[in-house]
């Protein structure tokens, strides 16, 4: 079975630019969710989305902002890249009914704001 | 709020020695508690998982115990080998659909 799959693996843009991430959960599974991880530090929640609706949201500012589509794939947008914004994007995919079932995660995005 | 807390790193150990990475943690709701590992260059995979107290996780040699009293869920393994270099999370979910709570990384360094 394939896993969660991201995608593009990495990236760079420029300060100011819009970005995109994408995110294809484990067939499934109707739960994802979007995590930053800077370098040196454990992820740290940016959003979940159950069933197209948007269920829970970290401390993040409104440049960022995603959305779940009828298959349950997920993009993650950006507006306004600032250098801060650099690090590892992570998708994770969950069946959502057993709270013991734990996260499975992509590979990640790279993303590097120049 | 709820949160984790992690044993700070780097560790480094010769192979063969026996591992200990603290985590504690603090929630309000009964959390079910995971390790995920970090291989450089990659995403998180999951290592173990507890879901209720005096419950013990294990895989690959790793093993956790969800303990309520004291709060914990420290990940030990008798004998490391240098392929168990890596980043270890140790991590908790509240809630049904609830986000998971990252300890900030303990990185583990295995010497031959």
């Known amino acids: 079975d394939a896993g969660v799959t991201q995608s593009p693996t990495h990236l760079i843009k420029t300060r100011g630019q819009h970005v995109t991430l994408r995110c294809s959960p484990i067939s499934g599974h109707k739960s994802v969710s979007w995590y930053q991880q800077v370098l040196g530090q454990g992820p740290q929640f940016i959003f979940q989305?159950?069933?197209?609706?948007?269920?829970g949201r970290g401390n993040f500012p409104d440049r960022f902002s995603a959305r779940q589509f009828p298959n349950y794939s997920s993009e993650l947008n950006v507006n306004a890249l600032l250098l801060g914004d650099s690090a590892l994007y992570l998708c994770?995919?969950?069946?959502?009914?057993?709270?013991?079932?734990?996260?499975?995660f992509g590979s990640g995005t790279r993303l590097t704001v120049v | 709020g709820d949160s984790v807390t992690q044993m700070e790193g780097p560790v480094t150990l010769s192979e063969e020695a026996f591992l200990t990475i603290n985590c504690t943690y603090t929630a309000t709701g009964y959390p079910s508690l995971f390790w995920y590992v970090q291989y450089p260059g990659e995403g998180l995979q999951l290592l173990l998982k507890?879901?209720?107290?005096?419950d013990k996780g294990s895989n690959k040699g790793f093993e956790a115990t969800y303990r309520k009293e004291t709060t914990s869920f420290h990940l030990e393994k008798g004998s490391v080998q240098v392929s168990d270099s890596a980043v270890y999370f140790c991590a908790l979910r509240v809630n049904q659909g609830g986000k998971l709570i990252f300890g900030q990384g303990t990185e583990l360094s295995v010497k031959p």
């Open positions: 994770a995919s969950s069946y959502e009914r057993d709270l013991g079932y734990g996260y499975t």
């Open positions: 507890a879901t209720k107290a005096d």
């Open positions: 989305y159950y069933e197209k609706e948007e269920r």
